[in-house]
């Protein structure tokens, strides 16, 4: 089978046709890779070794495809059923940059004909890590209009971002303060208010404290940049009466300064079908949580695929071009998404 081959940390991406088919396990299935998205985290593991399992290594995990065969003990799918979703990160058989790889029964979106192809692999990181960051991490409810008072904000930073787009906080009845550059544009983001993230941190603040009028207790980071304004934003411009405030991140790598009052949370994604640790356990299970309930709010079209551009013409290789067009963004573009093959047939 043909994928993209990263031999060793800080390699070249390879086009290989060497690779054996992966044959899925009890509550496993195997799908045929038709759109591939692409995500910093393929760089970020292309140059850190980081959430890679085994060398050498196929990378690429947002997904989407048609299953092409069933674990014995599967009951979501069958054969030919559209799959989207985020696949194991790092682990050989598991990823998106080849023509066959696994997904877990339960870590796996159906796809509806309300979803394109390429509108499918926009969705598995982007969602599943707001998810992880809002309602893991900020604890709000995943329900449509749960928010307890609909003038209270939550604040999102890095609101143009694949993780940030999809702040399904605006579906729970929360308003949106979203930071972004200032091209970015509020109504795409379905933000009710935003914050360029380009002036002064105190700037930044008194603009929070301005809109918002200190009527919010949970901020999310969805660029892994942002963690001094997001503490801070809490810290001084937050709900003076609120118990506890929230702040939740993309960023697990960098240690975040602790302030008092507020809790954090650290988005790790990366855990997904993995095992080995309570903290593990509990993602992977909030997950499976998520899933169905996101499944139902895209089939309504609740929430939507992102805007995406499709790079190069089809055929594995094309992820090369993929990956080169993602490094040369300068922020506020589409999604990157490649064809791996054409239509299932
Ligand atoms: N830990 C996890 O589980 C997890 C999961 C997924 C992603 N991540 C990480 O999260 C980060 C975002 O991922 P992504 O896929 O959303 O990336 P992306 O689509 O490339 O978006 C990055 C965006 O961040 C915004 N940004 C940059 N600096 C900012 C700042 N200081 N304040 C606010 N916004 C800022 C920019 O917005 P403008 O375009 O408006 O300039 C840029 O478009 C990446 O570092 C990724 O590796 C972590």
Not at 252 to 269: F, M, R, T
Not at 274 to 280: C, D, L, M
Request: glycine content about 12%; proline content about 4%; overall charge negative.
């Amino acid at each position: 089978m043909k994928g993209i081959l990263l031999e060793k940390v800080g390699g070249e991406f390879t086009l290989v046709d060497t690779l054996e088919k992966p044959k899925p396990g009890p509550t496993q299935v195997l799908v045929k890779s038709l759109v591939a998205g692409i995500n910093p985290v393929e760089g970020f593991m292309q140059m850190t070794g980081m959430l890679v399992t085994a060398w050498p290594i196929v990378l690429g995990c947002d997904a989407s495809g048609t299953v092409v065969e069933v674990g014995s003990s599967v009951k979501k799918f069958s054969e030919g059923d559209g799959i989207y979703g985020c696949t194991r990160l790092g682990t050989p058989g598991y990823c998106t940059f080849q023509e066959y790889f696994l997904m877990d029964e339960n870590l796996a979106f159906k796809k509806s004909e309300a979803i394109s192809l390429e509108g499918a692999a926009t969705i598995g990181v982007g969602i599943l890590t707001a998810c992880l960051g809002l309602i893991s991490g900020t604890k709000i409810k995943l329900e449509q209009n749960s928010a307890a008072d609909s003038n209270e904000w939550i604040i999102v930073l890095g609101g143009s971002a694949g993780v940030g787009q999809y702040a399904v906080a605006k579906l729970c009845g929360y308003k949106v303060l979203a930071t972004c550059s200032p091209s970015s544009d509020k109504a795409s983001l379905g933000a009710d208010a935003t914050v360029s993230y380009k002036i002064p941190l105190a700037e930044q603040l008194a603009e929070i404290a301005k809109i918002t009028k200190g009527k919010f207790s949970r901020c999310f980071d969805a660029s892994a940049m942002a963690a001094e304004t997001g503490m801070d934003a809490l810290a001084q411009c937050g709900d003076p009466d609120a118990q506890v405030k929230h702040f939740a991140s993309t960023n697990d790598w960098v240690p975040i300064e602790p302030k008092e009052g507020v809790e954090v949370y650290l988005c790790s994604l990366g855990q997904i079908g993995r095992s080995g640790s309570e903290h593990t356990a509990q993602v992977n299970q909030d997950m499976e949580g998520f899933i169905p309930v996101l499944e139902r709010y895209f089939d309504e079209g609740l929430l939507k695929p992102m805007e995406y551009e499709v790079v190069g013409d089809v055929g594995v290789g094309e992820v090369l071009k993929g990956l080169d067009a993602f490094n040369a963004r300068k922020g506020g573009e589409k999604k990157v998404v490649v064809r791996i093959a054409p239509d299932s047939a």
